[in-house]
């Protein structure tokens, strides 16, 4: 970060996230001259409650408050696996489908269970991501990633979490957890979602 150089703040408090989004977001970061820091560098802003039902509302939410509170730009997410046959749930509930939020083995268990009987041609589903750019203003812009595959019957390869063990990527042989980290922030929901804000960060932030 330069001496002055002005911040996006990611509304996340996952660390791996923001380097993550910093990697995605270089080339218009640059453009724009701007530096994208987790909401940790901010004290007293509260987490957000997402009470949206949709993945929009969701980071909608979450990039406005954090907006507000810091009075910088703001940057958010929300994504979740969208099955086909379930009519696109879990959805917004991906994170706690069995219940509890975050336990993934137990969502997997659950979500392998209701589809068991499914065969394999009707097992398409996708990862689903809406990306937000939030100003101080209230002007907003969303846009929105897909990762599209199928459900495999049994979870496959440690390089993921959440679901991406049993997404199978279409065109591949691999589930998601089975990508490496840079093959996957290629293809996946929320590389293209941010990828597509790009334009959107451009305009507002640009000079």
Excluded at 51 to 66: P, W
Excluded at 101 to 124: I, T
Aim: proline share 5%; charged share 25%.
């Amino acid at each position: 970060m330069t001496a002055g150089q002005a911040r996006v703040v990611l509304a996340t408090r996952n660390a791996g996230k923001v380097v993550e989004l910093r990697d995605i977001l270089a080339p218009v970061l640059a453009e724009v001259d701007r530096e994208l820091v987790g909401v940790t560098e901010f004290a007293g802003v509260a987490d957000v409650v997402e009470s949206g039902v949709t993945f929009v509302e969701n980071a909608t939410l979450k990039a406005v408050a954090v907006a507000r509170a810091t009075g910088l730009p703001a940057l958010a997410d929300d994504s979740g696996l969208a099955v086909d046959v379930l009519g696109g749930a879990p959805g917004v509930f991906s994170a706690r489908w069995a219940g509890r939020h975050g336990d993934d083995r137990a969502n997997l268990d659950l979500l392998l269970a209701q589809v068991a009987d499914v065969p394999d041609e009707h097992r398409g589903a996708a990862f689903v991501c809406a990306a937000v750019l939030a100003l101080p203003d209230g002007r907003t812009a969303a846009r929105e990633g897909r990762f599209p595959g199928s459900l495999t019957r049994e979870p496959r390869g440690s390089n993921g979490f959440g679901y991406d063990p049993i997404l199978l990527v279409d065109g591949d042989t691999r589930t998601a957890a089975e990508l490496s980290p840079g093959e996957k922030n290629a293809v996946s929901h929320r590389g293209r979602a941010f990828r597509a804000l790009a334009d959107d960060v451009r305009a507002l932030l640009g000079p």
